[in-house]
Every structure is written in C-alpha cells, then in structure tokens.
C-alpha cells in the first residue's frame, strides 16, 4: 500500500486561491495526483467547523475521483479555522473511521488533530501535533499532549499494527535540522519535545525514513516561509513522519519526502509499506 501525508496549511487556499503560493501549491497537488496513494492524509486544512464546502468537495471529486473523504475541525471553544486533519481513502477500501479524543490538556482534543482509520489488519493514524509557540507558552501543555498520545498509539498498537503520519512539529535528532546550535530553545527543538518524541519510539514504534536512509543529513519536510532563502539554503526541518509499529518495519519499502518545487513550508511525505 502507498500512504502520502502533507501539512497543507489551508486546504481552501490550495484548492481556491489565485496567490502565487496557491499555485505552487496546486502543483505540489498535481504531483500527488499523479502518485496513486491508497491513502492521503492531509494536516492543518484550517476548515471552518462544518468542514469543506460543496465547492471544495467537487474540486477534490475532480481531482481524486475514486476517493472517499473524512474530516475534523477545530470547533469550540477551541480557535475556529484552525489546525483540522482529512483522510482520503481510495473507494475500494471501508476501514471504521474514528476520530479519537485523548485527554489533550486545554483546547487540543476539540482543534481537530486525530483521525483514525481502522483496516481489518492495521490502524492508519494521522495527527497535526501541537505546536509549543514562539515562546514555548504552550510547552507545558504541549508535554502532556505528546504523554497522552503516546498513549494512545501504544493503546492501538496493542490490538494491531499502526502506521502513524503527519506534522509531529519536533525535530527528533540534530541532524534533523539544519541549523541545531541555534535552536535548542525555539519550539520543535526543546529537550522535552525532543525527549517526547523518543519516548513515543521506545513504545514500540519505528521511524521509517531512518530505518530506510540511517544518519544521511541535509534531508528536511519543512522550510520557514518567513525567510525568503531557507529553502533555496536548504536551512530546513525533518518534523514530518510516518511511525510504523516495529514489528512492521521489515514491511517498509519506501519512505521519502516528495519533491513540492519552490513551495515553501511542508512537503508531503510517501510511504510504501507491503
């Protein structure tokens, strides 16, 4: 099976707006449309709380027309058009869909950040993980999160196997950034999101990409669209991922990032997996 994940950051604008970035990111979309995934999962759609418009449906329909659909938003009290995870499914498949409350601290189980498909042998898992802020005023909040949702995939994975994807918004190694000196205090970087994310792989899971590619450096899923040259410097960050279960990780073919041009921010990330 073929799996692609992406950190879209408003799905609305790829798929209406008429700005340059929207165009770029149309072309990211069309490569995606060419890769005939049996699943994508897509993070950040920022949708209102009813979720994509009829207009946004046909766009997709038109794009991916042998696809099912599945969607959450943040809704209130959390921040309205924000954050929010999708998962298209190809058609042939009728996995049970659930949409996970984890005991998040504040807001964070109502800003539509868990989708879960179960499939008779696996669970599909996306997830647009919190964000610790410019001044780490949501680290603390941010720790509990990353304990309950380690939690979580151990609680899956006892049943099954679990492929898990999406923005986990840390930079696990040194190497996974370019510019790590600098950054040790910046949100994505800090000693507990570094140390939450090693605690969600030493319950049982596998960081496929370096399972397949080992220590290779200079290999990034996010730029700063802030600054104008970071990816033309490949000055980047590897916050993007698909964990699967360790007892799967022999299964794994392929697990790359996917060329997205001269768009700035996320990438989208493939995984084969037999």
């Known amino acids: 099976m073929k799996f692609i994940s992406w950190n879209i ?46 207009k946004h449906l046909d766009i997709i329909k ?8 599945c969607w959450r938003s943040s809704t209130p009290p959390a ?23 984890i005991g ?35 680290l603390p909040e941010r720790q509990i999160w990353d304990a309950k949702y380690r939690d979580y995939l151990r609680s899956l994975d006892d049943k099954k196997p ?9 930079a696990h190694k040194e190497i996974d950034l370019a510019n790590p000196d600098s950054n040790h205090f910046s949100a994505g970087f800090t000693d507990e999101e570094r140390e939450g994310f090693s605690h969600i792989l030493d319950s049982g899971f596998t960081d496929s990409f370096r399972h397949l590619h080992g220590d290779i450096e200079g290999v990034y899923t996010w730029w ?10 490949n000055s980047g960050w590897r916050i993007d991922y698909f964990l699967v279960s360790d007892r799967w990780a022999d299964r794994i073919v392929e697990s790359n990032m996917v060329d997205s ?14």
């Open 104 to 138: 998040g601290p504040d807001t964070m189980d109502l800003e539509g950040r868990i989708i879960t498909l179960e499939f008779e042998d696996f669970f599909a898992t996306t997830v647009y993980t919190p964000n610790a802020g410019s001044a780490l005023s949501r």
């Open 224 to 233: 700063a669209q802030r600054v104008p040259t970071s990816k033309i410097n």
């Open 261 to 274: 041009g001269d768009r700035q921010d996320h990438t989208p990330l493939v995984l084969e997996i037999q």
């Open 162 to 170: 679990v492929i898990a994807m999406g923005d986990f918004n840390v």
């Open 62 to 69: 038109q794009r991916l027309p042998n696809y099912k659909i």
């Open 9 to 54: 950051d408003s799905l609305n604008a790829a798929l209406t707006s008429n700005s340059k970035r929207a165009q770029l990111s149309r072309l990211v979309l069309d490569r995606i449309d060419g890769m005939d995934a049996d699943i994508i999962a897509i993070q950040e759609t920022k949708l209102s709380v009813d979720g994509p418009t009829q």
């Open 79 to 101: 921040r309205k058009g924000y954050a929010g995870t999708m998962f298209l499914f190809k058609d042939i498949y009728t996995p049970l869909v659930r949409f996970p409350e």
